[in-house]
């Protein structure tokens, strides 16, 4: 295998399994030297000598992230057992998924402090070092369709991810002049999350089975494995990504995908200004004629996907 990655030295947080485990091995498998994060112990052993196995180099941190203590932690692990910081994936997260009524403040508040938070206090300790002991380095923020799309239940998870992307862009600008690349992957992929839904269980049973999951899901849907998904992080991270910067790219599956940056639907102007008045008559049915979707809808599943009727 191709180590173009070799001598680089990567931190990717929530690792120890499912997409977080796939990204860290897929860097460590193309030469990069891997910090293993999770807030389990044994699951995060378990990564590390399943890297090691490979014939790869890991070690772990086992810490929550979302503080600065944890984020310093991190780097200072990175620089202490490989001698140096070259990648960060912020991969970390949790979820508390409630519709607004039933969600409490500390259900909104945790999955912030995981996700935003903690890719904010990773970014920043790794660029400051990035910036002071001149590496061009890669940050690689981990979104979701959530956070594009919207979706029933995860105010808390649809903001944060939402925010990432916002802060990916704002530091693709700050960054530029150092050489350091931020990008956002959005995953399409089966998780622990994905698992529990009926629409996806075909191929979920196809992939625990060892076989291909249906071209409809691949394809048609661009959902696939995490394998699927950990190529574009190492793409991201090596030199033949130097000059990408502050994009957001979806993939799962056969499928992968650049997402537009919000940018105006329709634009219209009127002299002197827009009154209650003139947007009821002259903008209303504008409006209603182009209201963006909200939500992912997904196809009906073919007859043969269908599960059977029960007896």
Request: one cysteine or more.
């Given at each position: 295998?191709?180590?173009?990655l070799?001598?680089?030295?990567a931190?990717?947080t929530?690792s120890?399994?499912g997409l977080?485990l796939?990204y860290?091995?897929?860097?460590?498998?193309?030469g990069?030297s891997v910090?293993?994060?999770d807030?389990?112990?044994?699951?995060?052993?378990a990564?590390v000598?399943?890297?090691v196995?490979?014939?790869?180099s890991a070690?772990a941190v086992?810490a929550?992230?979302g503080?600065?203590?944890?984020?310093k932690q991190?780097?200072?692990?990175a620089?202490a057992e490989f001698g140096r910081?070259?990648?960060?994936?912020t991969?970390a997260g949790?979820?508390?998924?409630?519709?607004?009524?039933?969600m409490t403040?500390?259900d909104?508040?945790?999955?912030?402090?995981v996700?935003?938070?903690?890719?904010?206090?990773?970014?920043?300790?790794?660029y400051?070092?990035f910036k002071?002991n001149?590496?061009?380095?890669?940050?690689?923020?981990?979104?979701?369709?959530?956070?594009?799309?919207?979706?029933?239940g995860q105010?808390?998870?649809?903001a944060?991810?939402a925010?990432i992307v916002?802060?990916?862009?704002t530091w693709a600008?700050?960054?530029k002049?150092?050489g350091t690349?931020?990008?956002?992957?959005?995953?399409?992929a089966?998780?622990a999350?994905?698992?529990t839904?009926p629409?996806?269980?075909?191929?979920i049973d196809?992939?625990?089975a060892?076989?291909?999951?249906?071209?409809f899901?691949?394809?048609d849907?661009?959902f696939g494995?995490?394998?699927d998904?950990?190529?574009?992080v190492s793409?991201?991270a090596?030199?033949?990504?130097?000059d990408?910067?502050?994009?957001?790219?979806?993939i799962?599956?056969d499928r992968?995908?650049?997402?537009t940056?919000?940018?105006?639907?329709v634009?219209a102007?009127r002299?002197?200004g827009?009154?209650?008045e003139?947007?009821t008559?002259?903008?209303?049915?504008?409006?209603?004629e182009?209201?963006?979707?909200?939500?992912?809808?997904f196809?009906?599943?073919?007859a043969?996907?269908?599960?059977?009727?029960?007896v």
């Amino acid at each position: 295998m191709v180590q173009e990655l070799s001598g680089r030295v990567a931190i990717v947080t929530g690792s120890g399994r499912g997409l977080g485990l796939a990204y860290a091995r897929e860097l460590a498998r193309r030469g990069a030297s891997v910090v293993i994060n999770d807030v389990d112990a044994e699951v995060a052993d378990a990564a590390v000598s399943a890297i090691v196995d490979e014939g790869g180099s890991a070690v772990a941190v086992v810490a929550p992230v979302g503080t600065s203590e944890v984020a310093k932690q991190l780097v200072a692990t990175a620089v202490a057992e490989f001698g140096r910081l070259d990648i960060l994936v912020t991969n970390a997260g949790v979820l508390r998924d409630k519709s607004i009524l039933k969600m409490t403040d500390d259900d909104f508040d945790t999955v912030i402090a995981v996700h935003l938070r903690g890719t904010f206090t990773c970014a920043r300790e790794a660029y400051g070092y990035f910036k002071e002991n001149g590496v061009a380095g890669r940050i690689i923020a981990i979104g979701s369709p959530t956070g594009q799309r919207g979706n029933f239940g995860q105010t808390n998870y649809a903001a944060a991810k939402a925010g990432i992307v916002g802060m990916v862009r704002t530091w693709a600008l700050e960054m530029k002049k150092s050489g350091t690349t931020v990008n956002a992957v959005v995953p399409v992929a089966a998780t622990a999350m994905t698992r529990t839904v009926p629409y996806f269980k075909p191929a979920i049973d196809a992939d625990d089975a060892g076989q291909p999951m249906p071209d409809f899901y691949r394809k048609d849907l661009g959902f696939g494995t995490a394998d699927d998904v950990a190529g574009l992080v190492s793409y991201l991270a090596s030199d033949a990504a130097a000059d990408v910067n502050g994009q957001v790219i979806g993939i799962g599956g056969d499928r992968v995908q650049i997402y537009t940056h919000p940018e105006a639907a329709v634009t219209a102007y009127r002299d002197g200004g827009w009154s209650v008045e003139s947007l009821t008559d002259e903008f209303g049915d504008i409006l209603r004629e182009n209201q963006q979707s909200i939500g992912e809808e997904f196809p009906p599943l073919p007859a043969e996907l269908q599960p059977a009727p029960s007896v």
